[in-house]
């Protein structure tokens, strides 16, 4: 493990990692470095609860009004929520599936791939959009409130092969954190779906970091939370600068670790 992130951080120097990103990810080795040792301490109730969270949060990002104690009650319960669309319910449950999934991943050791990825969005719009479920789009789309405008669908095919490209050439040398945070900005920037690429993005980030003994990195769904994440990506989309991206990631997930850590070592 040592080696490993002294490798990480001769890295980051050698990509010209900002100072201020570098001393965050030293914090996060830290934190890190502490969560190893607490693994034997993992509940699978504190798992399943932060979990849930996730797909609350994600889900609200996205505009589903379902609270967290209604997210619960699907998920959990089986239940229906009088008031909510039948396309909230599925995506709750779409949402919990695809988490499922990608720590089967993690579990089988499976890197990234095509089929992988075109398999977490199939689940992430099973019953809500079949046709469009696992498949790259073929009409050109618009991000709403974004200046940023994605590719044509033409070339969608070959910047995804480029965009796994880039991840085969840089998935062992780049800092877990920095490569978990560009993947997902490389991806929902091409935008390769008809929908669902904001969720499919933060489950291929979160991937990356289980799959390198972190854990899942939440952003929260709240108003400020919301912009200040859509502000970060929309300037390394337009301006071709991922500092405050990268930093905001760090930061969600240094807070997640923080708080895990929190719990498991009282």
Request: net charge neutral.
């Given at each position: 493990?040592?080696?490993?992130?002294?490798?990480?951080?001769?890295?980051?120097?050698?990509?010209?990692?900002?100072?201020?990103?570098?001393?965050?990810?030293?914090?996060?080795?830290?934190?890190?470095?502490?969560?190893?040792?607490?693994?034997?301490f993992?509940?699978?109730?504190?798992?399943?609860?932060?979990?849930?969270?996730?797909?609350?949060?994600?889900?609200?990002?996205?505009?589903?009004?379902?609270?967290?104690?209604?997210?619960?009650?699907?998920?959990?319960?089986?239940?229906?929520i009088?008031?909510?669309?039948?396309?909230?319910?599925?995506?709750?449950?779409?949402?919990?599936?695809?988490?499922?999934?990608?720590?089967?991943?993690?579990?089988?050791?499976?890197?990234?791939?095509?089929?992988?990825?075109?398999?977490?969005h199939?689940?992430?719009?099973?019953?809500?959009?079949?046709?469009?479920?696992?498949r790259?789009?073929?009409?050109?789309?618009?991000?709403?409130?974004?200046?940023?405008?994605?590719?044509?669908?033409?070339?969608?095919?070959?910047?995804?092969?480029?965009?796994?490209?880039?991840?085969?050439?840089?998935?062992?040398?780049?800092?877990?954190?920095?490569?978990?945070?560009?993947?997902?900005?490389?991806?929902?920037?091409?935008?390769?779906?008809?929908?669902?690429?904001?969720?499919?993005?933060?489950?291929?980030?979160?991937?990356?970091?289980?799959?390198?003994?972190?854990?899942?990195?939440?952003?929260?769904?709240?108003?400020?939370?919301?912009?200040?994440?859509?502000?970060?990506?929309?300037?390394?989309?337009?301006?071709?600068?991922?500092?405050?991206f990268?930093?905001?990631?760090?930061?969600?997930?240094?807070?997640?670790?923080?708080?895990?850590?929190?719990?498991?070592?009282?």
């Open positions: 493990m040592a080696e490993k992130e002294i490798k990480y951080r001769k890295t980051s120097a050698a990509k010209k990692i900002s100072k201020t990103v570098q001393n965050i990810l030293d914090e996060i080795d830290v934190l890190k470095s502490k969560l190893d040792k607490f693994r034997q993992d509940s699978y109730k504190i798992v399943q609860a932060l979990e849930l969270e996730y797909t609350f949060e994600s889900n609200r990002i996205e505009g589903n009004t379902m609270t967290l104690r209604a997210t619960d009650l699907v998920i959990n319960e089986g239940l229906t009088s008031g909510k669309s039948m396309r909230e319910h599925l995506e709750t449950i779409n949402h919990q599936e695809a988490i499922a999934y990608i720590k089967h991943l993690m579990e089988k050791n499976t890197s990234l791939n095509e089929r992988e990825l075109l398999s977490i199939n689940l992430i719009l099973r019953g809500i959009h079949p046709e469009d479920a696992g790259y789009r073929k009409v050109q789309v618009m991000i709403k409130g974004s200046s940023h405008m994605p590719s044509q669908p033409f070339m969608v095919a070959k910047e995804m092969e480029d965009f796994f490209i880039w991840y085969d050439t840089n998935k062992n040398s780049l800092h877990p954190i920095v490569l978990a945070a560009e993947m997902h900005e490389r991806l929902v920037t091409i935008h390769p779906f008809i929908d669902g690429n904001g969720r499919t993005s933060r489950l291929v980030m979160n991937l990356i970091l289980l799959q390198h003994g972190y854990i899942i990195a939440n952003i929260k769904g709240d108003y400020e939370s919301r912009m200040q994440y859509y502000q970060t990506l929309e300037t390394a989309q337009t301006k071709n600068n991922k500092e405050d990268l930093l905001f990631i760090a930061q969600i997930e240094k807070e997640s670790l923080e708080r895990y850590i929190g719990i498991i070592g009282q």
